[in-house]
């Protein structure tokens, strides 16, 4: 029993008390939790300590911030402007903190305060600007640019709820509103003095004059774009880039008339409507409202940011043809293709420059990077919404592709089918505008990002203007930024490196070729093991907390994580998933090396199809994780709600890394890049980036499968019956016949009836039963070659020390070089 003496003595605070001997971080800290959070120690929260920690980083983020913005100023150096739809930049607190070099001391600093900085990191949430590898290259390459000091700044949509947050539920995707701004975002500046109208809707007017005719745009309907400023900070440099971010807010919040005669509704639809354009990332594109709505998010980010480039310009400068000399704008894929007509409509309509002056310099200011060889996934909007939408700038469109047409009809005379394949406007499905079209023929340079995406850009998809503007298309093979995918994601990892090789490979990863030798090192083979192992129980923690599934880190990690699209051929995984099954429940357990399959990724919300793939993947797992013939020989894990902070997890903590599209399929993957740097085996097709992978670590420690994109073409072309792989592989009949027959669905068996049909009736478009052997027998191989884990960890370093060329880095180097002609800043 407590005494009534014990009891009265004084509580202890709960942190201890801030001397003048502590850190100045560790001041730093306390100072903001009391005048940003405003708490004191003992009443702070979790979240407080997030929000103390992420000012005091901010601090020393924005002092080399203010430095950068001062250095350009005064140096007046050209600068790149990259546009994309999407930044998937993750969370910034930790990657901020090691890229500044001030993470140890933010560390200690939390620690002499009785709090841990892994635990104040998870509080942050994911900034949900983006959706997939299109969103995070453009994240690697705001890091390389900052890193590299090459004066580069970001233009997006600052989204206030992201494409959605992914549950779950009885094996089906759930899609719930992504509210990442529920706590604010300490990290943005928002700048009201950077705002611009925006216009959509209204009619042209032509004004005959002594130099032409001349347009208005009237009696439009406008919207502003209210800049919100990033930092990006580069590593171990004083330079901070920016990334601007557009919220659009309506002209006037609401109808007074309406509010005062109580339709409070009414009152505040025009707000709604337009604010709508920031509210979403990717809003669901299977209406027409949502398609119109889509086109507005980019033309709207596009607009402002011109808009402001141009600002930016004239501040300084009064000669026009002095623009691409000050400004390379690169347009990420076609979303931001709108820029080609919005430059010429500011260049000619506002600030009255002549077409054939205008056209030259917009010519000189925009490369386009192609992300896909698929006709299908290439944008196309009807002229019809266009002409409601951007009427002038349909006009723009149409009298840059006449005179396109022209040109191409000099040099090829008499060629009309050539005019129709290259013409910006498709004839042949209902008049639509061509929008990758649009972006070739108004930009300098077009760029593939893998060798071989490049080359079937030239020769397949692009043909027609490969011939008419030879040495315009050039490759960039893409790259992912090692701070973030080895430094932050994989410190077990990183720290090994370090001590063997010292830290240069951060600047510069090519040096992680010094790690060759010590893959025939034994000891070091072990500590390699044993990172690896840590990596997996933190990964299979985390998935034991999410789903309730437990793991044996012993098994081989089977990882298959991006975007749900039947290109990816997640269903392939499932075939072999289920092939294996089979094999064990026949009694050949034995033989079978204990595998954990990994999947992770979203299905866009009106792609019902992929949403079938996920719920056949969690109805395949509930069988195979419940069954006790089975037990640790085969585990089914779908991660729900795949963003960066997962990927952080799942990368380090995975042994195989699943790049299994159909060869000619994938632009380039980054994902296989993480893998292997991370220390993952890759089993994959000849597809994408896979070549250039498989080239730098070796045949012999690379698993390739399947039909290669000249035999797809081959098969495709030699009338493809996939019935004739079905009723010649019993397992492939077996595994097919599982899913059909309802041995996985059997409350309601016919539910997956169309994948059959996809994969036998319709044709297989992806070539999933053609590829199904070489897939087994890879997978086999892949098998027996881990019961090896000396000979497995010995090919999983050389990948780790090969793969430098996938940097970031050199990708960003190579654009500086050869496509925005700019140089480094140094402050």
């Known amino acids: 029993m407590t005494s009534t003496k014990e009891s009265k003595k004084p509580r202890a605070a709960t942190t201890p008390v801030i001397t003048t001997e502590q850190t100045p ?7 903001h939790l009391i005048f940003s959070a405003f708490k004191t120690s003992e009443a702070s929260t979790s979240r407080d300590w997030f929000i103390a920690t992420g000012h005091t980083v901010r601090d020393h983020m924005v002092e080399r911030w203010v430095k950068t913005a001062e250095a350009y100023a005064e140096q007046d150096p050209k600068r790149v402007y990259y546009l994309s739809l999407e930044f998937l930049i993750g969370r910034m607190l930790q990657n901020a903190a090691l890229n500044l070099g001030i993470n140890d001391e933010v ?21 949900a ?4 590898g299109l969103g995070r290259l453009a994240a690697c390459f705001l890091d390389s640019m900052a890193s590299m000091d090459i004066p580069g700044t970001g233009y997006g949509i600052r989204y206030e709820y992201g494409m959605f947050r992914q549950s779950i539920n009885q094996g089906q995707q759930v899609e719930n509103p992504d509210n990442w701004l529920r706590y604010g975002n300490l990290w943005e500046f928002q700048r009201p003095e950077s705002q611009y ?55 006037r919040e609401f109808d007074l008339a309406h509010f005062n005669d109580g339709n409070y509704e009414k009152a505040v639809e025009e707000r709604n409507a337009y604010e709508n354009i920031s509210k979403v990332l990717y809003p669901n594109d299977t209406s027409v409202l949502g398609r119109e709505l889509r086109l507005k998010q980019q033309y709207f980010f596009v607009s402002a940011s011109i808009q402001d480039i141009l600002r930016r310009f004239l501040a300084k400068h009064d000669d026009w043809n002095a623009l691409p000399d000050k400004v390379a704008i690169q347009l990420n894929d076609t979303h931001p293709a709108i820029a080609v007509p919005e430059l010429m409509y500011q260049l000619v309509d506002v600030h009255h420059l002549n077409w054939n002056q205008a056209w030259k310099i917009t010519g000189k200011v925009f490369a386009y990077t192609n992300h896909t060889l698929m006709p299908e996934a290439l944008e196309t ?15 723009i469109i149409f009298r840059i592709n006449h005179e396109f047409l022209q040109f191409v009809n000099h040099k090829f005379p008499g060629d009309t089918d050539l005019l129709t394949r290259v013409s910006i406007i498709d004839e042949t499905q209902g008049r639509r505008v061509r929008m990758a079209h649009l972006a070739v023929i108004g930009s300098h340079t077009v760029n593939g990002v893998a060798a071989l995406h490049s080359e079937l850009l030239r020769t397949t998809l692009f ?11 050039i490759n960039i093979t893409n790259g992912i930024t090692p701070r973030r995918w080895l430094n932050q994601c994989n410190p077990g990892l990183t720290s090994l490196i370090d001590k063997v090789i010292g830290s240069d490979f951060q600047h510069d990863l090519s040096k992680l070729r010094s790690l060759e030798p010590l893959a025939n090192d034994a000891d070091f083979r072990k500590t390699f093991r044993q990172i690896k192992r840590a990596n997996k129980e933190r990964l299979a923690k985390r998935i034991e907390q999410l789903t309730g599934v437990k793991l044996n880190a012993d098994s081989l990690f089977d990882v298959q994580i991006k975007r749900i699209h039947e290109y990816k051929r997640q269903l392939l995984n499932v075939l072999h998933i289920i092939t294996l099954y089979n094999r064990i429940r026949s009694g050949q357990a034995k033989s079978i090396t204990p595998r954990v399959v990994i999947f992770g990724g979203k299905a866009a919300p009106g792609y019902w199809f992929a949403k079938l793939i996920i719920r056949l993947i969690n109805d395949v797992a509930a069988i195979v994780n419940e069954d006790p013939a089975i037990g640790d020989k085969l585990k089914v894990v779908f991660y729900p709600n795949y963003e960066v902070s997962a990927a952080e997890l799942l990368f380090p903590g995975s042994d195989l890394s699943e790049q299994i599209s159909t060869a000619g399929t994938e632009a380039s993957g980054t994902g296989n890049m993480k893998m292997a740097l991370n220390g993952a085996l890759t089993i994959g097709t000849l597809d994408g980036a896979n070549v250039e992978i498989r080239e730098e670590v070796g045949e012999d420690n690379i698993f390739i499968f399947g039909l290669t994109t000249e035999q797809v073409a081959e098969v495709k072309g030699n009338n493809y019956n996939p019935w004739d792989y079905y009723h010649g592989n019993p397992e492939l009949k077996q595994a097919l016949d599982m899913i059909t027959g309802g041995f996985f669905s059997v409350d309601e068996p016919d539910r997956y009836q169309a994948i059959g049909e996809a994969l036998l009736t319709k044709g297989d478009h992806y070539l999933l039963l053609a590829d199904y052997a070489s897939y087994i027998e890879t997978q086999d191989a892949v098998g027996k070659l881990y019961q090896d884990q000396e000979e497995w960890s010995r090919k999983a370093i050389l990948n780790v020390a090969r793969v430098g060329k996938f940097s970031s880095d050199r990708t960003i180097g190579e654009y500086a070089d050869k496509i925005w002609h700019v140089k480094r800043v140094k402050h």
């Open 463 to 473: 043909a027609d203007f490969d011939r008419i503007f030879p040495g315009r298309f």
């Open 129 to 132: 600007l983006g959706n997939g």
């Open 25 to 31: 971080i560790a001041q730093a800290l306390q100072n």
């Open 197 to 251: 109208p925006i216009k959509f809707y209204g009619r042209v007017v032509e004004f005959p004059t002594g130099k032409g005719t001349e347009y208005h745009w009237v009696d439009a309907e406008s919207v502003l774009a209210i800049a919100h400023d990033m930092p990006i900070p580069g590593y171990d440099t004083e330079t901070v880039n920016t990334l601007r971010l557009w919220s659009a807010k309506a002209a």
């Open 381 to 395: 909007w009807p002229v019809e919404m266009f002409s409601k939408l951007l009427p002038r700038h349909l006009g």
């Open 107 to 127: 560390k200690d600093g939390l620690s002499a305060l009785g709090h841990k900085l892994e635990d104040v990191v998870e509080l942050e949430t994911d900034a």
